[in-house]
């Protein structure tokens, strides 16, 4: 990573942070954010860091349907069910 990419990312957030404060659409589908993006020419979506490539990932797997899930964060399973049919999910290794 470069470090226009780490200056695009910094312009990016402050853009966020100054509308927000000065209550106007912060959000990235809101037009107040894409102007002042434009405005100050940083970009819409940036590269992720380095740092979160590498995160490890949990598995979960669907018993019913077999769909997969990836998660950052550990999913507890006796609360949450596929998203897809309502099924029970466990943890794939």
């Given at each position: 990573m470069e470090e226009d990419?780490?200056?695009g990312i910094i312009k990016h957030e402050i853009c966020h942070y100054h509308l927000h404060i000065v209550g106007r659409?912060?959000?990235h589908g809101d037009r107040d954010f894409k102007e002042l993006l434009?405005?100050?020419g940083a970009?819409?979506?940036c590269k992720p860091l380095p740092s979160q490539k590498n995160k490890k990932r949990h598995k979960y797997?669907?018993?019913r349907c077999d769909f997969i899930?990836?998660?950052v964060r550990r999913v507890n399973t006796r609360r949450f069910k596929c998203g897809k049919?309502?099924?029970r999910i466990k943890r794939s290794h």
């Open positions: 990419d780490y200056v659409g912060y959000k434009k405005e100050v970009p819409k979506h797997v669907c018993v899930y990836y998660r049919c309502s099924g």
